[in-house]
């Protein structure tokens, strides 16, 4: 069972994705947050094997805690969904330590796909980020 961890300051995504991905039976959403900083105490205390991340969040944005998460906790793996596409949040999402780059109209497959790609190991980023 993948553990995951999804954090975004909108309840309805968070919701959606949760739905979403617990319907696949092999990921399990062992909790959320709505910002950054809610993102670095869980992820220290539930040690997921995933954090989908938000960039853009109060308190927190999602870069910071994908740096504090990945120095604190060395078996999470981060992927960004974000509706962000320049190079400069690419870039200081991967310096963050980042394995992964999405865009909110990802399909879910990718989000699915992306979550099992960071899990065994490997990067994820989605066609539209790899040709940014």
Do not use: W
């Amino acid at each position: 069972m993948i553990k995951v961890l999804l954090v975004d300051d909108h309840t309805v995504l968070r919701d959606g994705l949760r739905f979403l991905l617990e319907a696949e039976g092999d990921i399990q959403v062992i909790g959320t947050a709505a910002n950054g900083q809610e993102a670095v105490d869980q992820a220290t205390v539930r040690c997921p094997d995933v954090v989908m991340m938000d960039i853009s969040m109060p308190v927190m944005n999602g870069i910071e805690a994908t740096k504090r998460i990945c120095a604190l906790c060395e078996n999470t793996k981060v992927v960004i969904l974000s509706m962000y596409h320049t190079h400069d949040y690419i870039q200081r999402a991967q310096d963050a330590g980042a394995a992964g780059y999405l865009l909110k109209d990802s399909a879910g497959t990718d989000l699915v796909a992306a979550i099992r790609a960071l899990h065994a190991g490997k990067s994820y980023f989605n066609q539209k980020i790899t040709k940014s």
